[in-house]
C-alpha cells in the first residue's frame, strides 16, 4: 500500500508540473490578454491543486495535510473569482478580445 500511495503522489507532482510548465509556455505563447489570463488560471487550479494532492498524499494524516488541504480549498474558491474579476475589469476598462480575422468569401458559389 505504502508503494502505491508513493507512486500516486509522484505521479500527482509530475503531472501539476507538467500543467505549470504548459501553462507558463502559454502565459508567452497567446496573443492577448484574455488568453493568458486562462493559461494563468489553468497553472493556478490544475498545476497547483495536483502538486498540493501530490504533497498531501506524501504527508500523510498529518497537521501538515489539513493544511495543505485548506490551501487547495481556498484556491479553487479564489482563483476563478480573482480571473472573473481580472476579466471583467478589463472589459469594463475597454479591452478587447482578439478575435479570428472574418474571410470575405462567399457562401454560395
Same mark, same amino acid.
Given at each position: 500500500m505504502n508503494l502505491f500511495i508513493t507512486i500516486v503522489s509522484w505521479l500527482s507532482l509530475t503531472l501539476g508540473g507538467i500543467f505549470c510548465i504548459v501553462g507558463a509556455i502559454g502565459l508567452l %505563447?497567446?496573443?492577448?490578454?484574455?488568453? %493568458?489570463?486562462h493559461a494563468a488560471s489553468v497553472i493556478e487550479t490544475l498545476g497547483a491543486g495536483l502538486i498540493l494532492l501530490g504533497l498531501m498524499l506524501q504527508a500523510?494524516?498529518?497537521l501538515v495535510t489539513v493544511k495543505l488541504f485548506m490551501l487547495g480549498v481556498m484556491i479553487l474558491f479564489v482563483s476563478p473569482t480573482a480571473t472573473h474579476a481580472l476579466a471583467r475589469a478589463a472589459m469594463v476598462r475597454g479591452l478587447k478580445p482578439l478575435?479570428?480575422?472574418e474571410e470575405k468569401t462567399p457562401s454560395k458559389p
Amino acid at each position: 500500500m505504502n508503494l502505491f500511495i508513493t507512486i500516486v503522489s509522484w505521479l500527482s507532482l509530475t503531472l501539476g508540473g507538467i500543467f505549470c510548465i504548459v501553462g507558463a509556455i502559454g502565459l508567452l %505563447r497567446m496573443p492577448d490578454f484574455y488568453t %493568458r489570463m486562462h493559461a494563468a488560471s489553468v497553472i493556478e487550479t490544475l498545476g497547483a491543486g495536483l502538486i498540493l494532492l501530490g504533497l498531501m498524499l506524501q504527508a500523510g494524516l498529518t497537521l501538515v495535510t489539513v493544511k495543505l488541504f485548506m490551501l487547495g480549498v481556498m484556491i479553487l474558491f479564489v482563483s476563478p473569482t480573482a480571473t472573473h474579476a481580472l476579466a471583467r475589469a478589463a472589459m469594463v476598462r475597454g479591452l478587447k478580445p482578439l478575435l479570428a480575422v472574418e474571410e470575405k468569401t462567399p457562401s454560395k458559389p
